[in-house]
């Protein structure tokens, strides 16, 4: 069983920084952040395994950074050029192991937090 608890979310103007910590209660299993807008489906935003290799999905490449500190089995998420399309409802999530999938997929994982809310205003 991996529980997680999302923490750092709040509003911000278009175009400032973010960032939002997940923590787990198990290291060394792929952690991952979805989120998810009303009315929208749940969309993967980045994950990484347990070598702390990451992945992103396109929409947020090269804005986004996930990182993890294995001490406080903490990930990351440092959101910078926000936008108004990314105000949702982020959720961090977990797999039982340390591999990732090649594509960030949410049947992959099996734990999920409640979520941050991130409002960007413009």
């Known amino acids: 069983q991996v529980q997680l608890v999302e923490s750092g979310g709040g509003s911000v103007q278009a175009g400032g920084s973010l960032r939002i910590t997940c923590t787990s209660t198990?290291?060394?299993?792929?952690l991952a952040w979805f989120r998810q807008a009303p009315g929208k489906e749940r969309e993967p935003v980045a994950e990484?395994?347990?070598?702390?290799?990451?992945i992103y999905d396109d929409a947020v490449k090269g804005r986004f950074t996930i990182s993890k500190y294995g001490p406080k089995r903490e990930i990351y998420l440092y959101m910078t050029n926000l936008k108004p399309d990314d105000t949702a409802l982020y959720l961090c999530?977990?797999?039982?192991?340390?591999?990732?999938?090649?594509?960030?997929?949410?049947?992959?994982?099996?734990?999920w937090g409640q979520g941050t809310q991130v409002t960007v205003s413009s």
């Open positions: 999530a977990a797999r039982s192991v340390g591999t990732c999938p090649a594509k960030i997929d949410a049947w992959f994982f099996d734990y």
């Open positions: 198990r290291e060394n299993v792929c």
């Open positions: 990484i395994d347990g070598t702390n290799y990451p």
